[in-house]
């Protein structure tokens, strides 16, 4: 590897606020918040919105979509000019 090209790598804990969960992990990303993780350092820490302690996916929360509505309200924005193009 070229010196001097690559990000610096570090430890920094992400914390997803919505389920109230932190994580230690490496990454190329810094912070100007720091927070003390359970072994008594000091690390940069990220705020995030969703992780997979969070999304619906991940917890088996997910919603089923109604696609049958939606493609009902398709037809009726687009169905006439739609099918008069093909």
Same mark, same amino acid.
């Given at each position: 590897m070229k010196p001097r090209i690559h990000p610096v790598s570090r430890p920094v804990v992400f914390r997803d606020r919505a389920a109230?969960?932190? *994580?230690?992990?490496?990454s190329t990303a810094d912070s100007a918040q720091r927070v003390e993780w359970q072994d008594g350092n000091t690390y940069p820490v990220i705020d995030v919105e969703v992780?997979?302690?969070?999304?619906? *996916?991940y917890t088996g929360k997910s919603r089923v979509l109604d696609s049958a509505g939606r493609v009902e309200r398709f037809d009726r924005r687009y169905g006439t000019a739609a099918s008069a193009r093909s």
């Open positions: 109230d969960i932190a *994580f230690l992990t490496r992780s997979s302690a969070s999304h619906p *996916f």
